[in-house]
């Protein structure tokens, strides 16, 4: 019990000390220093019969408990509590520095059959302030606390208002009931990036292999995504501490249906001790007041709703980008090869040209040249999961897998959002993602982006609940110990697979490395804090990360070669961020340099440090807002790009500048598809939630909102400043939004829900009704969703013949891109016909479908960009002598007419592009002309020959 009231009087602020403190000067080195306890705080229940405590009671407790539980003001404490000297482990960096925290998952440990009193604790919550009425009949008089009336000698009769205890079976069915609907949301939003890791996870090294084939992929992956799914979910929390207030109240933010009940003490009418001054008496027993859980159903119901219908309005709008043109053509010809022939190098197949040859090239738009290979640009992440499409039904079926990939994305962002803003709050989030353009844009081809959504997203959820199961395992139900039968405790493997799904975003996109380097000073405050979930957490990382980086050197060095200018600053950025993260970690663990640190966060000046993060973090924003009005973002060097941006400016009869980079609209990119309430939103809940993390940083406690917000909070304010400052792309839109996919506008989104919900509670503080709340909630969500859905639907007016107004939506909700073109590649695969080897003679005709001639119609390829005569026919004979026939295709008939040959069109498709504008949001489609013309040069005659090998195999 002497516990207990020590531990209520922990948690003094040092920012809220005297000014005399403040202007004392640190200690000296050498002053003794109180050594804190080997366990962390505890808090003892006495059994009711002897007074003594039962060590099976002993549950977990902190700072922040103790201080939901301290008297109140006009309920003094005794005064042995008033006496406790405080502990170290207030101290900004103590001797064993930890954070504090509220145990959400420690077992009730006492009941009450009758009111009979006992010399236990007994309290009662309430949500605006914590009062604590303790009875130690062991305790000396008190001269200026209000005792509490010792235990009568009798069981008085409980009053006719008396409600029974519930069973512990009935409170045991109760909890599974308020759990379930958390646990399922829990469970539901990881699971796609668990099934995404273990595809991954066996299929690099078979890639490496040169063995990645459909059988040993499901022999492998299968019960490996059986394994991981439950390991994870066998245990998962149902609530989480959002950091909507200061403290997390358990009574109102996770449910507890076993919470013992209290005994309300009232006036007694003839009090039973004439020296008892307060005259209370147990009058009845009152259960505790029903919680609110934090995920209903509705919200588990609402969220899968969006998440379908998001995948069934993606799927009828899917996009066909087959024939090569940028990024996600690129990646389906990838997942396409290495689908049919199990590795990521190509082979050039000079024999069937009958060796090299000069001006003879075989590189192609997203497919690099390297010695006697070709290489795929990107990395393989992407493009090992389009390929459980092309097994399944081909490259139509690979396409379709990006609308259920990007369904995934919303229901894991869906995940993050109920963990850190609260379950009500997550359909109308992914929703608002749902209906954001780039989101839609992302999802309707074969992009990265949102797979990497999956497992970042995914392992932020899967890091949260770790840290949400603060006693590492639920209490057993029966006797004796956890055994290493039983496996890693539950909060140990969630932050290691929480680790490896974020550093497998490696493995998917390059530009995931930027995205992780906010991990590594997260790392270094969970090892200096001694989390059980520093360790495994950067151990999944690491191996999430050697992945990514095994791919990128073994498989695409050419890309990363290509990219080297703006990776070499990456990585002096990375050492500079480990460098200062052991630097903190090895200050923070010397105890002089402790003290004075402890010293300079108490001075005036560093106390208000958290406010000056949250005024720098709005401070940003506006930055980047008055941007345009001062700064003009040119440096472009590229010359292929210098070119087509000075085309689209002339189309846009905008100044030629081919060399401007657009980078300082940025922000005005994220107002175009989130709008204006959404910015001010996030923006004011990023400022919020850093004033909140850098305070519980430099005193040292939380209440676990720190701990479960650190690592989002850091991503995101990392991503939106880097990638907004220099997005790095070719600036037409909606191409460019991609680069806002990843995080810039769900971590908005995250931040102004949860905003929204602290508005809401706020409110309900200050005294606003439940309908006012009702109502503040509807409105932001209404602010957030108005302005995405103008964009995406292209909501406007017009006028008609008749000069009346309409309403027209003419956005790109609804519209289709590519269509047609896996029939002219078809087509085109059938006119080449078999045992051919295909020369391409014109060089835009060549970036286009070179792979595709390759890959999908299993012919080798190659390219003469500026074909003469001579060169075009010695490469002919060479074909006939090797046993082939020659077939040359172009993009006009004169083209073909030097070499002999009656030449055909082949392909000659009119269908849609994404649109190309540099100033505005994109509001409609573009046509695209695709024609390629075939001949086949005289003299030399075609068909198979006897006992001709296929050059490229097929395993599907």
Not at 331 to 352: C, D, E, K, N, V
Not at 422 to 442: H, K, S
Not at 444 to 469: K, W
Not at 643 to 663: F, I, S, T
Request: with cysteine.
């Amino acid at each position: 019990m002497r516990r207990g009231l020590r531990a209520s009087k922990r948690g003094a602020d040092a920012a809220n000390r005297s000014d005399q403190e403040e202007q004392a000067g640190p200690p000296e080195a050498a002053s003794s220093e109180v050594e804190p306890a080997a366990a962390d705080p505890a808090t003892v229940t006495a059994d009711p019969a002897t007074g003594s405590a039962d060590p099976a009671t002993v549950t977990a407790s902190g700072e922040a408990e103790a201080e939901a539980i301290a008297p109140a003001a006009d309920t003094p404490a005794p005064e042995a509590a008033s006496e406790a000297p405080a502990s170290p482990e207030t101290s900004a960096f103590s001797e064993a520095p930890a954070f504090s925290e509220a145990a959400p998952d420690a077992a009730v440990t006492s009941e009450f059959a009758s009111a009979s009193a006992s010399d236990a604790a007994q309290s009662t919550r309430a949500d605006t302030a914590a009062v604590s009425t303790l009875n130690d009949p062991e305790a000396p008089a008190k001269a200026k606390a209000e005792p509490v009336p010792p235990a009568p000698a009798a069981t008085p009769e409980p009053a006719a208002e008396a409600v029974p205890e519930p069973t512990p079976e009935k409170r045991r069915r109760r909890q599974r009931t308020a759990r379930l609907p958390g646990t399922i949301f829990a469970a539901i939003t990881v699971t796609p990036a668990l099934l995404v890791m273990a595809w991954l996870l066996a299929g690099l090294p078979l890639l490496l292999a040169n063995r990645f084939n459909d059988i040993p992929m499901l022999i492998i992956s299968v019960p490996l995504a059986i394994a991981l799914v439950f390991v994870v979910a066998r245990e998962l929390p149902s609530s989480w501490p959002h950091g909507i207030r200061e403290v997390w109240d358990e009574r109102r933010d996770r449910p507890d249906p076993a919470a013992a009940p209290t005994v309300a003490f009232a006036p007694a009418a003839n009090p039973a001790d004439p020296g008892d001054p307060a005259g209370t008496e147990p009058r009845a027993i009152i259960p505790p007041e029903r919680p609110k859980i934090d995920v209903p159903w509705w919200a588990l119901i609402a969220t899968l709703v969006v998440a379908a219908g998001f995948a069934y309005w993606q799927l009828a709008e899917n996009s066909q980008q087959i024939i090569v043109l940028r990024d996600p053509s690129t990646y389906l010809q990838f997942a396409y090869w290495i689908a049919q022939q199990g590795s990521s190098h190509i082979p050039q197949s000079l024999a069937a040209f009958g060796g090299s040859h000069p001006g003879m090239s075989f590189s192609s738009l997203g497919f690099y040249q390297s010695g006697s290979t070709i290489t795929p640009q990107f990395m393989a992440g992407l493009p090992m999961i389009l390929a459980i499409g092309i097994w399944a039904g081909g490259s139509l079926t690979a396409i379709a897998m990006a609308p259920i990939i990007g369904a995934c994305a919303v229901l894991a962002f869906a995940g993050l959002v109920g963990r850190l803003a609260g379950g009500r709050w997550a359909p109308a989030a992914a929703l608002v993602l749902a209906i954001c353009l780039p989101e839609q844009y992302t999802s309707r081809n074969t992009f990265s982006e949102t797979l990497a959504q999956i497992m970042l997203f995914g392992g932020l959820c899967m890091l949260a609940d770790s840290f949400a199961l603060t006693t590492g395992r639920h209490e057993l139900t029966g006797p004796g110990r956890p055994s290493w039968r039983d496996g890693p405790a539950p909060n140990v493997a969630l932050a290691f697979f929480g680790g490896l799904a974020i550093g497998l975003t490696l493995l998917i996109r390059i530009d995931g490395a930027s995205d992780l380097l906010p991990a590594i000073p997260f790392l270094g405050i969970l090892l200096v804090t001694r989390r059980p979930q520093a360790v495994p957490l950067g151990l999944g990382l690491i191996v999430g990360v050697g992945y990514g980086l095994a791919d990128g050197f073994l498989l695409a060095r050419p890309y990363l070669d290509s990219i080297e200018p703006s990776l070499r600053p990456l990585a002096m950025i990375a050492l500079a961020v480990v460098a200062l993260t052991g630097i903190g970690m090895a200050v923070t663990n010397i105890r002089v340099t402790r003290r004075w640190v402890q010293y300079l966060l108490r001075s005036r000046p560093l106390r208000w440090l958290p406010e000056a993060v949250a005024a720098l973090t709005v401070l940003i924003i506006i930055g980047f807002a008055v941007r345009p009005y001062f700064q003009t973002v040119r440096g472009e060097t590229v010359p292929a790009t210098i070119n087509y941006v000075a085309e689209l400016q002339k189309l846009a009869g905008l100044p030629v500048d081919g060399h401007r980079q657009y980078a300082e609209d940025s922000l005005y990119w994220v107002i175009w598809y989130l709008g204006v309430p959404a910015v001010i939103l996030g923006t004011l809940g990023l400022a919020l939630l850093a004033r909140r993390a850098v305070k519980s940083l430099i005193t040292w406690r939380d209440s676990g909102a720190a701990r479960v917000w650190g690592l989002p909070l850091l991503i995101t304010g990392w991503v939106i400043v880097t990638v907004l400052w220099r997005p790095g792309i070719i600036p037409d839109q909606p191409w460019a939004s991609r680069r806002l996919v990843p995080m810039v506008l769900p971590g908005l989104i995250l931040a102004a829900a949860w905003m929204a919900a602290w508005l809401k509670d706020r409110g309900h503080r200050l005294g606003a009704s439940r309908s006012a709340g009702v109502v503040v909630a509807v409105c932001c969500v209404i602010a957030l969703l108005v302005p995405a859905a103008v964009t995406t639907f292209g909501a406007g007016t017009t006028k008609t013949a008749s000069g009346q107004t309409r309403l027209t939506a003419n956005g790109l909700a609804f519209k289709r891109t590519g269509q047609g073109e896996n029939r002219a590649v078809r087509q085109l695969c059938a006119a080449i016909g078999p045992n051919a080897a295909v020369v391409i003679v014109d060089a835009q005709t060549a970036d286009r479908f070179s792979q595709v001639v390759r890959g999908m119609c299993a012919t080798p390829t190659t390219r003469i960009d500026s074909p003469t005569t001579s060169e075009v026919s010695t490469v002919v004979n060479d074909i006939e002598r090797s046993g082939r026939h020659a077939v040359l295709l172009g993009a006009r008939q004169s083209q073909l007419a030097p070499y002999g040959g009656s030449a055909r069109q082949v392909v000659n498709l009119l269908t849609t592009q994404d649109a190309h504008v540099l100033t505005a949001p994109p509001t409609r489609t573009w046509l695209i002309h695709f024609v390629v013309w075939l001949s086949e040069p005289a003299g030399v005659s075609g068909g198979p020959v006897a006992n001709q090998t296929a050059e490229y195999s097929r395993h599907a």
